[in-house]
C-alpha cells in the first residue's frame, strides 16, 4: 500500500487529454511539501517530467503540466500521443516517515 | 554531462548481504547541495525509496528497511554505496541511484538516474 494513491491506469484515444490524480495526506502533500512527477517507459529508468507541482525540466513538452491543491495532486497531459504510454510516478516528501514517497504508479495506455 | 552507472552483486542468497555502487562521472558527488538516492523496483511493481545521503552526509533512511541498510559516499573516488543484509525474495528488484535536487526547501526530487542493476535474492 503506497503512501501516495494513484489510480492504477488510464487510457485516452490520441490527441486527447488525460489526467492522473495523486492523492496523499496532511502529511505529505497536505503539508506544503512539493510533488514531483516522472515517466517510466517500459524497460527504462524513470524520467523526472515535473517538479516543484508545476515545473517543467527543460526538453519536457508544454502537454505536460502539473497541479496541486490541499492533499491532491494532479498531471495533466494534452495532445495524448502514443508515444506517451507509459507508467507515470508522483513523489513528495512525508515528514512522519521523515523520507521520500511514491504514489503506486499510474499506466497510461494510448488507444 | 552528469550519468550514474550502479553496479554489484546480482544475484546473491537468502540471509546475506546485498553490496552496489553506484559511479558518478560528469560532476562531482560533493558539489552543489545535492542529495544521493538509492530506489528500488520489484519485478512489475512500482519505486520504493530506500534511503538518501545528503551534502552534510547525513543520511536518513526508509523505516521498513531502516534496520538494514547502511549508504555512504566515498568522496575519493566519486561513488555511492549501499549495503542491505538480511536479504528475502522480497528484496529481489531494480535498483536505481539518483541525484536529488529541491526548488524551494520543500522536499528533493530526483532529476538524474542510473540505468538500474538487477538483483536477484536466491534461496
Known amino acids: 500500500q503506497s503512501v501516495l494513491t494513484q489510480p492504477p491506469s488510464v487510457s485516452g484515444a490520441p490527441g486527447q487529454r488525460v489526467t492522473i490524480s495523486c492523492s496523499g495526506s496532511?502529511?505529505?502533500?497536505?503539508?506544503?511539501?512539493?510533488v514531483h512527477w516522472y515517466q517510466q517507459l517500459p524497460g527504462t529508468a524513470p524520467k523526472l517530467l515535473i517538479y516543484?507541482?508545476?515545473i517543467r525540466p527543460s526538453g519536457v513538452p508544454d502537454r505536460f503540466s502539473g497541479s496541486k491543491s490541499g492533499t491532491l495532486a494532479s498531471l495533466a497531459i494534452t495532445g495524448l500521443q502514443a508515444e506517451d504510454e507509459a507508467d507515470y510516478y508522483c513523489?513528495?516528501?512525508?515528514?512522519?516517515?521523515?523520507?521520500?514517497?511514491f504514489g503506486g504508479g499510474t499506466k497510461l495506455a494510448v488507444l | 554531462q552528469l550519468q550514474l552507472q550502479e553496479s554489484g552483486s546480482g544475484l546473491v542468497r537468502a540471509s546475506q548481504t546485498l553490496s552496489l555502487t553506484c559511479a558518478v562521472s560528469g560532476d562531482s558527488i560533493t558539489s552543489g547541495d545535492y542529495s544521493w538516492s538509492w530506489i528500488r523496483q520489484p519485478p512489475g511493481k512500482g519505486l520504493e525509496w530506500i534511503g538518501s545521503i545528503y551534502h552534510s552526509m547525513t543520511t536518513s533512511y526508509n523505516p521498513s528497511l531502516k534496520s538494514r541498510v547502511t549508504m555512504s559516499v566515498d568522496r575519493s573516488k566519486n561513488q555511492l554505496s549501499l549495503k542491505l543484509t538480511s536479504l528475502t525474495a522480497a528484496d529481489t528488484a531494480l535498483y536505481f541511484c539518483a541525484r536529488g535536487d529541491y526548488f524551494d526547501s520543500a522536499g528533493y526530487y530526483f532529476d538524474s538516474w542510473g540505468r538500474g542493476t538487477l538483483v536477484t535474492v536466491s534461496s
Open positions: 516543484a507541482n508545476s
Open positions: 513523489q513528495s516528501y512525508d515528514r512522519s516517515l521523515s523520507g521520500s514517497v
Open positions: 496532511s502529511s505529505n502533500i497536505g503539508a506544503g511539501y512539493d
